[in-house]
């Protein structure tokens, strides 16, 4: 064993993959195993092990091997002539088998390092959540019942540990379990366990690892080219159907097409007529049929844009700004063209997953075969096959989510963010935490390819880095729609006024004549609401007790879909449900007050108020099956509802030219959060579900409700003011030394002790303000502002400098030697969110 910085692997790695690896022995791992990626000095521990003659590896490679009681998954880093001093020949162990060859290309290495750093995680972390799900497997100890050994009322001699475990056991059918599964379920399993073996009554095995590997089918192929005389009419069948699909099929495929029994496909065999051989199928994600597509007629400010996108064949960082309905995506699409005719591939992000289907149809229409997707909702087996297409250097486009930007295509030409100020771009929940923009940027420079940033709204960020960046960076403008078709006039509803005149419907009376109207004229339509569920949160009417989660400090919010439907209650952070109570437990009143809309009460209210109207729900609750949103749109886009109600998966990318009304029910819910960016992302949501309406050939019109119609906020999208915005959001931000003219790291610490939680976050922030001293500000430990989620106790720490300072902190994953092991410790580079 030895220590290894990790930075120097990429260097490594490309060293290793010119050595001649068939003249030596040892091989150096990065094993995936938790303590073994972090020293005292912060440096990656790499493992010595001997290649068997019989296994060919390269750098790069994902392999298993043995790491104590376990068989891991593990990277190859590289080939060594001689074993470390502290190593003997006959203390090395030999690499089990090689999982997955060639999954890296050489300068991924370096984005990876980048990762690594700048985020302050581990490398193999960072590894792991690149790669396709469960490549780096794990063995697993597991406990089987030896049934043949085991004597009749056996429990009787055993220790209470013991019978327990026997009665788990016999309770699975298999008489198996994992050792872990049995720990967590059995008081003082380990001993139990050891005393069940010395009986020989259960027996401890290792499961090897469960890893992705390609999918193998039988095909039949042709060997013959007439029809001998010996066949029977079905033989002839086969072959015939086998011929007219060019001499090879899938044997499921032909027996389907044939209608025919196996035996006859055998016999076919035997007799040497064809072939049955296992190959590999691609598991690739399937797409319906687009009709072919041609390039269309460029506006004058397109066509600008274009040529400075084409003349870009280095690093460059371009902004297209331009508003809803300008085109980006067909500037997109023919600035790519060119780059596959040169043999290059192009990586185009999208901020939500709902976004691909309409994308890809548009790309495929214009590239056919060549564009292939990329995202979490794929299964697992789809995402292994399609990242080793990519790396087959066939010139390709893959559009993806955020997880996309590690797609390995070796020939890059080209990186598009579409929509890229969009939050979902950042990762949040796991580590590292990582900003698909920055990520882009790094690999873009490492390419030398053009990065894309494609908004309507662009994120401040972005914004900043153009003006003040002006030697890596272009700004393009698109501030027309196609065809000189306007923007749509925005109408403000002030909803004080409504209720004061009695309107007490969550429909203003200037939307509900919308929504009459909508239907005489046949057209469609757009609601958005901020949130899902029904209400935000029930409320006794008699006593004011309000239902809360038991294991979060928050209110439940009630679900109710339909007529007779379950009335549910359920956490949006924990995903706790309970029915909904028909007596108040505290007073025992049968009176609740449903407080504040969601999308489920809107489609309640609209089946009420407008009977003829027919609609869709679109949120995360309707979309998480499988090609959900590519179903709900289709059905949208063919006439088959007039209304799509739905949240801010509706704000991004959506162009469907029937939409002529686009309907804020509540824009109050957008802008009153304790986070320094309510305002950006209350002006781009609202600003970008505008642009939904008038992208066809009639024109639109939206109306938006709310509270305080005089927000600077609501006043910038009612005149389509970016600038306006601009003006004033930046000043503030600069003032307080807030992104992007300031730099925030967020430390998050949570367990299930709330006491201990406090008492570590206080002696981290001393650690903190010690290394800041007087170059940054120390904001907190404070509670986060939902102190406890999922049982589990919440604090932070805000850590506010400037980027010239941040070489001070040092690694900041040294804080979590301070952190008692109950107490979990997370840190989050550029927040999007502190509340």
Request: hydrophobic fraction near 35%; aromatic fraction near 8%; glycine fraction near 6%.
């Amino acid at each position: 064993m030895c220590a290894y910085d990790s930075t120097l692997i990429a260097s490594e790695l490309k060293v290793s993959y010119l050595t001649e690896t068939h003249q030596t022995r040892w091989l150096e791992v990065l094993v995936d195993c938790p303590g073994t990626t972090n020293t005292e000095n912060g440096e990656e521990k790499l493992f010595t092990y001997a290649v068997p003659s019989d296994l060919s590896i390269q750098p790069g490679d994902i392999v298993s091997v043995p790491f104590g009681s376990q068989v891991v998954g593990g990277i190859a880093i590289r080939f060594v002539k001689s074993l470390p001093e502290n190593l003997t020949e006959a203390r090395i162990r030999e690499v089990e088998d090689v999982i997955t060859s060639g999954l890296f290309p050489r300068t991924y290495w370096d984005l990876l390092n980048r990762v690594a750093k700048y985020y302050y995680t581990d490398l193999m972390t960072v590894i792991r959540m690149a790669l396709p799900p469960k490549l780096l497997g794990k063995s697993q100890r597991r406990i089987r019942l030896k049934y043949v050994a085991l004597p009749e009322g056996a429990e009787i001699f055993c220790s209470l540990a013991a019978q327990e475990i026997i009665r788990l056991l016999k309770s699975q059918k298999e008489g198996d379990y994992s050792a872990q599964h049995i720990y967590s379920k059995v008081r003082n399993a380990q001993k139990g366990i050891k005393e069940l073996i010395k009986r020989g009554w259960v027996e401890s095995y290792l499961e090897p690892p469960r890893t992705t590997r390609p999918k193998l089918q039988k095909a039949v192929i042709l060997v013959i080219n007439n029809f001998p005389a010996d066949l029977t009419n079905r033989q002839r069948e086969v072959i015939e159907v086998l011929r007219h699909r060019g001499g090879e099929l899938w044997q499921n495929e032909l027996l389907q097409l044939s209608k025919i029994s196996l035996s006859v496909i055998e016999t076919l065999a035997k007799k040497g007529y064809l072939v049955i051989e296992l190959r590999e199928k691609l598991r690739l994600l399937s797409h319906p049929e687009t009709l072919k597509d041609s390039a269309k007629q460029l506006t004058p400010t397109q066509n600008d844009a274009l040529n400075q996108i084409q003349a870009t064949t280095n690093y460059r960082q371009i902004l297209l700004h331009g508003v809803t309905g300008s085109g980006k995506t067909e500037v997109y699409i023919q600035a790519i063209a060119p780059l596959l005719e040169k043999g290059l591939s192009a990586l185009v992000l999208v901020p939500e997953i709902g976004l691909t289907p309409q994308l890809t149809d548009r790309f495929r229409a214009r590239f056919g075969s060549r564009v292939c997707v990329y995202h979490s909702a794929l299964s697992v087996g789809e995402r292994y096959d399609t990242w080793r297409q990519m790396l087959t250097g066939e010139p390709q486009i893959v559009i993806g989510t955020r997880s996309a930007i590690f797609a390995p295509l070796p020939k890059l030409g080209i990186i598009i963010l579409d929509e890229e100020h969009d939050s979902s771009f950042k990762q949040t929940q796991l580590i590292p935490t990582y900003h698909a923009r920055q990520v882009a940027q790094w690999r873009a420079e490492l390419e030398q390819c053009p990065l894309v940033l494609g908004s309507a709204t662009p994120s401040l960020e972005s914004w900043v880095n153009i003006q003040e960046n002006t030697k890596h960076t272009y700004y393009l403008s698109l501030p027309e729609r196609i065809q000189a078709r306007p923007l749509p006039p925005v109408e403000i509803v002030d909803m004080r006024r409504e209720l004061q005149q009695g309107n007490r419907s969550i429909f203003s009376r200037s939307l509900s004549i919308a929504l009459h109207q909508l239907v005489e004229q046949q057209k469609q339509g757009i609601l958005f609401i901020n949130r899902r569920g029904y209400s935000t949160f029930v409320s006794c009417r008699n006593c004011g007790y309000v239902v809360e989660c038991p294991d979060c400090d928050v209110s439940l919010s009630y679900h109710y879909t339909h007529e007779g439907a379950t009335e549910l209650l359920r956490c949006h952070y924990c995903n706790y449900s309970q029915l909904h109570p028909r007596n108040c437990p505290e007073c025992g009143s049968p009176y609740f007050k449903f407080f504040g809309s969601g999308t489920q009460r809107v489609t309640q209210e609209l089946t009420e108020s407008f009977p003829n109207i027919r609609w869709i729900r679109f949120d995360s609750d309707t979309t998480r099956t499988k090609d959900a949103h590519r179903n709900l749109l289709n059905q949208f886009v063919k006439g088959e509802a007039d209304v799509l109600v739905g949240t801010q998966m509706l704000t991004k990318g959506l162009d469907i030219a029937n939409i002529t009304l686009v309907g804020v029910v509540a824009a109050d819910g957008l802008l009153y959060h304790s986070d320094y960016r309510a305002a950006e992302r209350a002006f781009q949501t609202l600003a970008q579900v505008a642009g939904r309406a008038g992208r066809g050939e009639n024109p639109g019109k939206v109306i938006i409700q709310t509270y305080s119609p005089e927000h600077p906020v609501i006043q910038a999208v009612r005149h389509h003011n970016y600038q306006g915005f601009l003006d004033i959001e930046l000043p503030q931000r600069e003032s307080l030394n807030y992104p992007p003219y300031g730099k925030l790291i967020l430390i998050r610490l949570s367990g299930m002790d709330g006491v201990e939680v406090q008492q570590t976050a206080e002696k981290l922030a001393d650690e903190c303000i010690e290394r800041l001293g007087s170059l940054g500000e120390v904001l907190g430990p404070a509670p986060a502002s939902i102190m406890r989620v999922a049982r589990r106790y919440r604090w932070h720490i805000l850590l506010k400098f400037d980027a010239l300072s941040e070489s001070l902190l040092g690694s900041l994953q040294d804080l979590k030697k301070s952190c008692p092991a109950s107490v979990s410790m997370a840190i989050d580079v550029d927040p999007i969110s502190i509340d």
